[in-house]
Nanobody, 115 residues
Framework: VQLVESGGGLAQPGGSLRLSCAASGFTFSNYDMSWARQAPGKGLAWVST????????DYEDSVKGRFTISTDNAKNMVYLQMNNLKPEDTAVYYC?????????WGQGTQVTVSS
C-alpha cells in the first residue's frame, strides 16, 4: 500500500488549497478513505472520511462547511478541498486507509495558513 499526498503550501487566512492523495497497492474503491492532520506540538487528529461509494462523508466539527472530501475511483485519488482557511488549520495533513487490519499513512503534506 502506498499513499502519496500533495498540494500543501502557504495560504493566507480566508484562502483555499486542494490536497490530493494518490493511492496504490489495494482495491481503492473497496475502502473508506480519510484525512488527518497534526498541528505543531499536537497529536494526530482526524479531519474527514469518505465511504467507498463516495456517498457518505463525515467531518470534524471545526472544518464542517469549509472542507470537502471527494474521491475519483478511476484515478485512485482522494482529495480535500479546503476553503476559508484559518491559521489554526496549519498542520501536516495525512491521507489514511485501514486495509487488512493495518492503518496506512502517507508521508504528509504541510499546510501553513498565515498572512
Amino acid at each position: 500500500v502506498q499513499l502519496v499526498e500533495s498540494g500543501g503550501g502557504l495560504a493566507q487566512p480566508g484562502g483555499s488549497l486542494r490536497l490530493s492523495c494518490a493511492a496504490s497497492g489495494f482495491t481503492f474503491s473497496n475502502y473508506d478513505m480519510s484525512w488527518a492532520r497534526q498541528a505543531p506540538g499536537k497529536g494526530l487528529a482526524w479531519v474527514s472520511t469518505i465511504t467507498t461509494d463516495g456517498v457518505d462523508t463525515d467531518y470534524e466539527d471545526s472544518v464542517k462547511g469549509r472542507f470537502t472530501i471527494s474521491t475519483d475511483n478511476a484515478k485512485n485519488m482522494v482529495y480535500l478541498q479546503m476553503n476559508n482557511l484559518k491559521p489554526e488549520d496549519t498542520a501536516v495533513y495525512y491521507c489514511n486507509v485501514y486495509y487488512l487490519r493495518t492503518e496506512y499513512w502517507g508521508q504528509g503534506t504541510q499546510v501553513t495558513v498565515s498572512s
